[in-house]
């Protein structure tokens, strides 16, 4: 059995930033993740890094934008805190070495993006993910801590309210691992591909978040997922908000510039949730274009010219031409919303605490709330690497002064018994058909615009799979680097969430942010303004709700 | 209307160490679009035919660095090649692992030896205390200075650079073209306060072996140009520290010789790049070539026009090492 | 054809061999080679690793002394192609061509980027074309099997190369068909031969070259062939030493591109200079049908 202080999993900017944080703190850390930490998602975010640094910028501005992006969902001591931290650590990834495209004067440049009321997002061309990404990863390969790569969580030991360490599948030696803990940090991203068209890698699949789900810990906003809206028709690859930033603009079939009527002020630069709305809309009603690959709208770059194009959106030149065979410079985008990010996530304070003693969550995998109820872009770079400095410090301070983690030597063996079942099974449920039909069940049934009767459905067939899912069989019987079995773990993991995201959007019965109710079209304050909290049980998630903390901003209708 | 398919008939390396006798090649047929990456049909292998299959993959979108393997021999991303133009140039997809990296399994190899080369490059800001980064601000730097590092922060650590490289399958001392390419990045990083020091100890150790051979530059999926990069570090190299490895001495003594004469002088250069104890080391070669080739001795004749090219020099060969 | 005869520093003196037989075969096949006493050397890149610029300006003048003929240039040697062209692309830079210009304008030369360098391998298979070269096939090499081996400065950077396919070059292959020779494929010929660090570190440039070698035997080839001298010093006067790096013999004869196409056009061994090479030829030599005398 192998001892840490503190565990974190995920090795993306969060838990990156986590595991910097602990050990400057002085305790042993050691991150668990499935990719080698340079492969994470974190590196594929395009657009950018919120910080209002701008001499006409504030950061109230920034604060008020992220609150009404929310559609006052988020808590707004949170997304205070959130903003004021944005400078220090832009500053901070800058001096660890991050390349930012530059102004002319040599400051860091910004450009606008969508839902902010001024150009604040902080950018490396259209790879600032990726930029950050590397940076950190070289500053933190300065410290000692130890790395697990390859390695699947499958279980969080909770013991009586508290955190004892974790449970891991080390692909390349094909063993299940024990790693006593006392802290447990949660950083594992989204579970993006819970959904059939989703701009996520494969590797999104919400391991961290359900497995802390599983061992007691409150998932909160589940029900609100960011549909992004320029993914590339046929793949869901993500094009940049940053395109539309540039000055991009969308067009129906009519060659109508057609954000004109949804929102006349901003135009493509509305949040992401009322851009998305707005093209499937379009499509619904007829005026968009048709195809094998369903119904889309174009994103149109060529008025900007061969040399900005090709400058400034470099990566999306690359998508275009290589997943799409566009050239940007010369021809439409063909574009419809794709699933992208997760407002919620493990229910947690500002300090990364979740309802467990001894765990924490930060990044995507956590819900604060500093997003609420639809998340602005640019915030989620700025969010991995607040909390997840703030997670670090918690999880460190938490280990410092905690007992020693219990652990038996039954915990291995009893925890992972279900999962080797799997492999002596003759006959079963293959993950790859269950994980198929939940993602075709995701899309049909918990869209973007919902209704009682789909969500319903929705609910009764992701049961269904679940109910199969206790037959799973892994086909592959050899231990080394089993992705058959990394694929009924994500398969399951998911079908867990998923169960959560219907839940939580079934008894919601409002409109708000990224959730669209089609049965209740208008936001209700009055009964809605809270956090839905799910619970698991035997019996599947129960749901609670806490308040929505406010500061200085009275909720008011969403326009842009 | 859907798209056409075509049947496109894929061999499959197969290589489980801890269980099979020798690697094999399966075969597996799709009906696939030509535009559908290599990537998306191995995934549909696994998904409907074969869950055995493995490979590294995550973001499809070439941005993670996960998916490199040979396909059709060339080291690349599987997410970024499409089936329909491999299928015309070679009339089947060959799918393989990368080279120079040990098969863990199937496509899956170690890249332990490759991220340690990259950790010994020391791809981290050095920062003198003496002159500290401005507090609670960021350091100014210009577009012209981010210009600098051309394309190197595009890498994603994909290896098919350093699977493409002959020099790291001769040598397990050369530390492959991500790796020198990341050093270029930080020796023009006006942050780091360290490039004299990082050009001086990457010369002992293996920025000589490169044999700008640009396999790499042609596998980097990201135009990061390794190649490119490593002849930027040999000139800086020589510009810090002047001709002190057998590379740098032969690559100095080349151009005087060329200065000298407008064409090589074989047995100067040779003199110079080895010392005269070196020499010693290569008489027998150098006798056994001669007896064939005697004008590998012979002193030619300057070139008509050499004092053009001596005028040339002077305009820009300016460097510390430039000799008179 | 009338062109400007670059032959580069290894021809005009240790691969003198390669000289005889590119005017043979040029002499044969109609193409004028024009001469000019000024070349200088090309740089080999190793000039271009000391000095960048330096090794723009020096082939900038090379090119313009072409150009002032108004000829096209021809190599003969995979790494001067690469060289020239190189300095066709850099000069494309204005910050390079101001540099250049400052120096090469005083001394009265104004290149002015008309020039195309192209090498006798290319001639061959566009300009002379292989149909006219298979018309005038008087030995044809049937029973050699051989192995082409390109020189990385050929084909790579492919970006800027931009001739035959970089990834998958066939024009060598085609070549020896039409000579009636067998060509043999295998992965190495598109490799590198080891020669530039051949005075850095020869074990290492010795095994690099003794794979290149050692697969082409495996595939079955009795013999390679390769435009760049500086790749068949490697293959050949180095033989010896990638014998000892891969620890086996080889006894792999190394034919420059010219001896090959000249043999299936009639020459004889002596006028292609081929009793010079350091491993013999003559057991590839037999396996022609009939016997070359």
């Known amino acids: ?560 | 209307m859907p798209e056409p398919t075509v049947a496109v008939p894929f061999e499959v390396y197969r290589y489980d160490p801890g269980r099979d006798a020798k690697p094999r090649y399966q075969r597996y047929t799709l009906d696939l679009t030509p535009h559908t990456p290599v990537l998306t049909a191995l995934l549909r292998i696994r998904a409907e035919v074969d869950p055995t299959l493995t490979l590294r993959y995550s973001c499809r979108s070439a941005i993670c660095g996960s998916c490199s393997m040979q396909i059709n021999s060339k080291s690349r991303l599987a997410c970024e090649t499409h089936v329909g133009p491999e299928l015309e140039r070679h009339g089947r997809i060959v799918v393989e692992p990368m080279r120079n990296q040990a098969v863990l399994r199937d496509l899956v190899v170690d890249q332990t030896p490759f991220w340690r080369h990259y950790s010994e490059v020391e791809p981290y800001l050095k920062l003198d205390p003496a002159h500290p980064m401005p507090e609670g601000k960021p350091t100014s730097m210009t577009p012209a200075q981010v210009d600098r590092f051309l394309e190197t922060p595009r890498c994603i650590a994909c290896a098919a650079c350093y699977s493409a490289c002959p020099a790291v399958e001769a040598d397990a001392g050369f530390p492959g073209p991500m790796a020198l390419a990341k050093l270029y990045r930080f020796a023009v990083d006006p942050r780091d306060t360290a490039h004299q020091d990082r050009l001086l100890r990457i010369q002992p150790n293996g920025l000589w072996l490169c044999l700008r051979c640009h396999l790499c530059t042609d596998a980097c999926p990201k135009n990061v140009r390794p190649s490119e990069r490593i002849r930027d570090l040999k000139e800086m190299a020589i510009a810090v520290q002047g001709a002190t490895e057998q590379g740098s001495r032969h690559a100095v003594g080349f151009k005087e010789s060329i200065r000298r004469a407008g064409v090589l002088n074989e047995m100067q250069l040779t003199r110079r790049t080895y010392g005269l104890f070196g020499l010693l080391g290569q008489l027998r070669q150098g006798f056994r070539i001669m007896r064939k080739k005697p004008e590998v001795i012979r002193r030619p004749h300057p070139i008509e026009g050499v004092e053009e090219v001596e005028k040339i020099y002077e305009a820009l060969d300016t460097g510390p090492e430039a000799r008179r | 054809m009338r062109i400007a005869y670059y032959p580069g520093c290894v021809a005009q003196e240790s691969g003198k061999e390669l000289d005889l037989a590119t005017r043979w075969v040029c002499r044969t096949l109609g193409i004028d080679l024009v001469e000019f006493p000024n070349f200088s050397c090309c740089g080999s890149g190793f000039v271009d690793e000391a000095n960048e610029v330096l090794n723009v300006a020096i082939n900038a003048r090379n090119l313009a002394i072409a150009e002032r003929s108004s000829l096209d240039v021809l190599t003969i040697c995979s790494t001067c192609q690469g060289m020239l062209t190189l300095a066709n692309r850099r000069l494309k830079d204005p910050t390079v061509k101001a540099r250049v210009d400052g120096a090469l304008k005083p001394l009265g030369i104004d290149y002015r980027g008309t020039v195309t360098v192209k090498h006798l391998l290319r001639v061959l298979t566009e300009d002379i074309g292989l149909p006219a070269i298979r018309a005038k096939v008087r030995r044809p090499l049937n029973g050699l099997k051989v192995g082409a081996f390109y020189g990385c400065h050929l084909l790579r950077p492919a970006d800027e190369m931009l001739w035959d396919s970089g990834e998958e070059p066939h024009s060598f292959e085609d070549l020896l068909a039409v000579l009636g020779a067998t060509p043999v494929y295998y992965r190495g010929r598109v490799m590198c031969c080891g020669f530039p660090i051949q005075f850095v570190k020869s074990e290492t440039a010795a095994a690099i070259s003794g794979r290149q070698i050692l697969e082409a035997k495996s595939h079955g080839a009795h013999a390679m062939a390769t435009p760049c001298p500086l790749c068949h010093i490697s293959l050949d006067a180095y033989q010896n030493q990638a014998e000892k790096a891969v620890r086996q013999p080889l006894d792999m004869p190394v034919f420059h591109l010219p001896q090959v196409v000249g043999l299936a056009l009639g020459a004889t061994p002596e006028e292609l200079g081929l009793a010079r090479h350091l491993v013999p030829v003559d057991d590839a030599l037999a396996k022609i049908r009939p016997a070359v005398a």
């Open chain 1, 1 to 560: 059995m192998l001892h840490h202080e503190v565990v974190v999993v995920g090795a993306g900017l969060a838990g990156q930033r986590a595991a910097l944080s602990a050990v400057q703190a002085g305790r042993d850390v050691a991150i668990v993740s499935k990719l080698h930490p340079l492969r994470s998602h974190s590196g594929a975010a395009q657009g950018g890094i919120n910080a209002a640094v701008g001499a006409n910028d504030s950061v109230d501005a920034h604060i008020y934008d992220t609150v009404k992006g929310s559609d006052y969902l988020g808590d707004q001591d949170a997304i205070e805190f959130f903003c004021n931290e944005a400078g220090p650590t832009v500053v901070e990834m800058e001096h660890f070495g991050t390349i930012f495209t530059r102004a002319a004067d040599g400051s860091l440049a910004q450009r606008p993006f969508g839902g902010a009321g001024f150009p604040r997002t902080i950018y490396a061309a259209d790879r600032t993910g990726l930029a950050l990404l590397q940076a950190l990863w070289e500053r933190l390969g300065t410290e000692r801590f130890t790395l697990y790569q390859e390695w699947d969580l499958t279980n969080l030991l909770v013991r009586e309210g508290r955190v004892h360490g974790i449970i891991a599948f080390d692909r390349k030696r094909g063993e299940f691992e024990e790693i006593a803990a006392k802290a447990v940090v949660i950083a594992t991203g989204p579970a993006g591909r819970i959904y059939g068209r989703t701009t996520n890698a494969h590797s999104c699949t919400g391991d961290g978040v359900a497995a802390a789900y599983d061992a007691g810990a409150l998932l909160k906003d589940m029900e609100f997922v960011q549909f992004h809206p320029t993914g590339l028709l046929e793949t869901g690859i993500l094009i940049t908000e940053g395109a539309r930033g540039e000055g991009g603009i969308l067009k129906n079939a009519s060659g109508e510039r057609f954000m004109a009527r949804y929102a006349p002020t901003v135009l493509e630069l509305a949040s992401r949730d009322v851009v998305s709305r707005a093209i499937v809309t379009e499509v619904l009603e007829g005026r968009g274009f048709t195809g094998p690959y369903g119904g889309y709208v174009h994103l149109e770059l060529m008025h900007l010219g061969k040399e900005k194009v090709e400058s400034r959106l470099q990566e999306i030149c690359d998508y275009c031409r290589h997943f799409a065979g566009i050239d940007p410079v010369t021809e439409p985008i063909p574009v419809y919303p794709a699933q992208h990010y997760m407002m919620g996530g493990v229910g947690t304070n500002i300090r990364g605490e979740t309802n467990v003693a001894g765990l924490y969550a930060a990044g995507e995998a956590a819900c604060v709330s500093i997003h609420g109820a639809n998340r602005l872009g640019g915030n989620s770079l700025l969010e991995t690497l607040v909390f997840g400095k703030q997670a670090g410090l918690a999880a460190a301070a938490y280990a410092k002064r905690a007992a020693a983690p219990e652990v038996h030597p039954s915990d291995l063996e009893s925890a992972t018994a279900p999962v080797r079942t799997w492999w002596s099974r003759t006959d079963g449920e293959d993950p790859s058909t269950l994980r198929t039909e939940m993602q075709h069940t995701m899309e049909r049934y918990v869209g973007i615009y919902r209704n009682e009767q789909d969500l319903l459905e929705g609910l009764r067939r992701i049961r269904a799979l679940q109910e199969r899912f206790s037959r799973v069989r892994v086909v592959d019987q050899s231990r080394v680097f089993n992705l058959n079995l990394t694929d009924a773990l994500e398969t399951g993991h998911m079908l867990e969430l998923a169960e959560a995201i219907v839940m939580g959007a079934y008894a919601r019965t409002e409109s708000r942010g990224a959730h669209t109710r089609t049965d209740y079209p208008k936001r209700d304050d009055a009964r809605w303004m809270k956090h839905t909290l799910a619970q698991k049980t035997a019996t599947g998630p129960t749901l609670s709700y806490a308040p929505v903390a406010y500061t200085r901003w009275e909720p008011k209708e969403r326009v842009y």
